[in-house]
């Protein structure tokens, strides 16, 4: 039996904030949805990764964020979250197996926003969910106001939230275009990863979180440019990261 409730169920309230929990353990769906609801959450749950890809990607469908486990029958996390980025950037937190660092590290190279280990507490749960969403509200504010930073051969408009290198179009993930974003508007200046990840990310980092380390060497990818010779990003030692411009160098 398919437990998925219909995205536009009666159970949905207005002004209610809409989760998507795709995972195939329905304790943990329920437990979930138990604690989120008295928070003003409403939680729907999809127990496949095709049924997770078909309500995530529904026409009409208004997530403001995405729970999604790795292991899942009939199609595994990764390749849901590559279907849910061709047609969405609703955030997604991914689910991984505790010590699993190779999962988080994929995860976040191919688009997701945040992860948490199997072993959260609802706290974490529920602040991690609070950051991904403001953040994504963020976004819905900043673009009434249009601006186009320019460095060198790159421009990026933070009103359509696109970025182009010479005459092509780079596909960036939410979080990689928040970072290339904050990089340009620093015009030169050194940023800290510390504040990368608050405006970036908008939740508390942990000292050792590396997913930012992820998040860079993935955008250096896409730039075409290279840590040991950089173009683009240069990482400045004990103090951040910097955006380079090439024809200024």
């Known amino acids: 039996m398919n437990a998925r409730l219909p ?36 939680v729907t749950a999809a127990h496949t990764g095709p049924d997770g890809v078909e309500a995530a990607t529904a026409e009409g469908a ?15 996390g990764f390749e849901v979250l590559k279907n849910i980025r ?5 955030p997604v937190l991914m689910l991984t197996a505790r010590g699993e660092e190779a999962d988080r590290i994929v995860g976040l190279e191919i ?9 959260f507490s609802t706290r974490e749960l529920l602040a991690r969910l609070r950051a991904v969403t403001r953040r994504a509200a963020k976004v819905v504010v900043n673009d009434d106001a249009p601006e186009e930073i320019i460095v060198g051969p790159l ?3 933070t009103g359509a939230r696109t970025a182009v290198l010479g005459d092509q179009p780079l596909t960036l ?34 000292v050792f979180d ?20 950089p173009r683009w990003i240069r990482t400045v030692r004990s103090a951040g990261y910097l955006l380079i411009n090439p024809e200024a160098e």
């Open 86 to 90: 061709k047609k969405s950037d609703v």
């Open 62 to 76: 208004t997530w403001h964020a995405v729970l999604l486990d790795v292991m899942l029958p009939g199609m595994d």
């Open 111 to 119: 688009g997701a926003d945040d992860y948490l280990p199997k072993t």
């Open 173 to 206: 993930t939410p979080v990689e275009y928040d970072m290339l974003a904050s990089l340009a508007r620093a015009k030169g200046r050194v940023k800290s990863r510390e504040s990368l990840l608050d405006e970036c990310r908008d939740r508390n980092y942990d």
């Open 210 to 229: 590396r997913s930012i380390d992820v998040h860079i060497s993935a955008l250096r990818k896409k730039l075409g440019d290279d840590a040991k010779n």
């Open 155 to 157: 421009r990026v408009n």
């Open 7 to 42: 995205i536009n169920s009666p159970a949905a309230s207005a002004g209610r904030t809409r989760v998507l929990v795709i995972d195939d353990d329905k304790k943990l769906c329920r437990l979930i949805r138990d604690y989120l609801d008295p928070m003003g959450y409403e």
